[in-house]
């Protein structure tokens, strides 16, 4: 069977040509590119169960990102595993806003709650000079995954388990900007079936989505800071109203970054 053959058997599933490319690349240990100057040629015996376990395990709905062990994010590679959410490119918008304080106030202690597979707090450590990121979750997993990512790069970031910013209390005092991209959905809502393998408490925060919000402002001072996190598109007007921020849209038009610098005074 020609690599080609293989191609079609996985678009005719309706799914895009470069997702076969990456699995059946990922199996043979070759580019993209490689495949595609070789299509026609015979794809090795030997290899072709494991491709169709893959295609199979897609065909399912299973996430590529997960298959693959990488995802992109602001330009760069990072490792990704079952277990942690897969970073989307409307988070990407929380980096450019973060620079941007960063720039102008001259900032230098970042916490990131909620870190994931790192991918916020370790592109900020590395787009800004002398910055220190911290960064907290409360799954064990994502803060091995995070510090992994953090190690590929040598970037300046420190995490540690825990909820919300409770792991550095200690230091809180210095911390110039909260960065955050929270569960936000509602816990009824219906979601398409490739986010039934993403971690719960990465997507869902009670009935309305909001509780992870209501919390970090209630339970913290935030005098002396600036708060910059992503939000769900029809959550604006609530968080504006509670928090007196106000809303970025992303790249498609819709409402998703709550920014709040009235706690910071120059
Ligand atoms: C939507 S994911 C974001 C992950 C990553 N920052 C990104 O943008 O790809 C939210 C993350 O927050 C973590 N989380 C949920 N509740 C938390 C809490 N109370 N304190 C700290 N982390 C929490 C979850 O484990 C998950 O990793």
Same mark, same amino acid.
């Given at each position: 069977?020609?690599?080609?053959?293989?191609?079609?058997?996985?678009?005719?599933?309706?799914?895009?040509?470069?997702?076969?490319?990456?699995?059946?690349?990922?199996?043979?240990?070759?580019?993209?590119?490689?495949?595609?100057?070789?299509?026609?040629?015979?794809?090795?015996?030997?290899?072709?169960?494991?491709?169709?376990?893959?295609?199979?395990?897609?065909?399912?709905?299973?996430?590529?990102?997960?298959?693959?062990? @990488?995802?992109? #994010?602001? +330009?760069?590679?990072?490792?990704?595993?079952?277990?942690? /959410?897969?970073? *989307?490119?409307?988070? =990407? &918008?929380?980096?450019?806003?973060?620079?941007?304080?960063?720039?102008?106030?001259?900032?230098?202690?970042?916490?990131?709650?909620?870190?994931?597979?790192?991918?916020?707090?370790?592109?900020?450590?590395?787009?800004?000079?002398?910055?220190?990121?911290?960064?907290?979750?409360?799954?064990?997993?994502?803060?091995?995954?995070?510090?992994?990512?953090?190690?590929?790069?040598?970037?300046?970031?420190?995490?540690?388990?825990?909820?919300?910013?409770?792991?550095?209390?200690?230091?809180?005092?210095?911390?110039?900007?909260?960065?955050?991209?929270?569960?936000?959905?509602?816990?009824?809502?219906?979601?398409?079936?490739?986010?039934?393998?993403?971690?719960? @408490?990465?997507? #869902?925060? +009670?009935?309305?989505?909001?509780?992870?919000?209501?919390? /970090?402002?209630? *339970?913290?001072?935030? =005098? &002396?800071?600036?708060?910059?996190?992503?939000?769900?598109?029809?959550?604006?007007?609530?968080?504006?109203?509670?928090?007196?921020?106000?809303?970025?849209?992303?790249?498609?038009?819709?409402?998703?970054?709550?920014?709040?610098?009235?706690?910071?005074?120059?």
């Amino acid at each position: 069977m020609t690599f080609s053959e293989i191609i079609k058997i996985y678009t005719e599933k309706g799914l895009p040509e470069r997702e076969a490319l990456l699995l059946i690349g990922k199996v043979i240990k070759q580019k993209k590119e490689y495949i595609i100057a070789h299509r026609y040629d015979e794809c090795p015996k030997e290899y072709l169960e494991y491709i169709f376990e893959l295609f199979e395990k897609r065909f399912n709905g299973y996430p590529l990102q997960y298959i693959l062990g @990488e995802v992109e #994010f602001y +330009g760069r590679m990072f490792y990704i595993e079952e277990g942690v /959410l897969i970073p *989307r490119w409307e988070t =990407e &918008g929380l980096i450019d806003i973060c620079k941007e304080y960063v720039r102008r106030y001259d900032l230098k202690n970042i916490i990131d709650i909620g870190v994931g597979s790192g991918v916020i707090a370790i592109t900020i450590a590395l787009e800004c000079n002398n910055v220190r990121v911290y960064g907290t979750d409360i799954s064990e997993k994502a803060i091995a995954l995070s510090q992994r990512n953090a190690n590929r790069y040598g970037a300046n970031c420190t995490f540690k388990c825990g909820e919300f910013a409770e792991p550095f209390l200690d230091l809180f005092d210095t911390i110039q900007l909260i960065v955050s991209n929270p569960p936000y959905v509602r816990t009824d809502a219906k979601l398409q079936k490739e986010l039934n393998y993403e971690p719960r @408490e990465a997507l #869902f925060s +009670g009935e309305d989505g909001l509780n992870f919000y209501r919390e /970090l402002f209630k *339970r913290y001072n935030l =005098e &002396g800071k600036i708060v910059v996190m992503e939000i769900g598109d029809d959550q604006g007007e609530y968080l504006k109203n509670l928090t007196g921020g106000h809303i970025l849209k992303d790249l498609s038009g819709k409402d998703r970054y709550l920014v709040v610098d009235k706690f910071w005074v120059v």
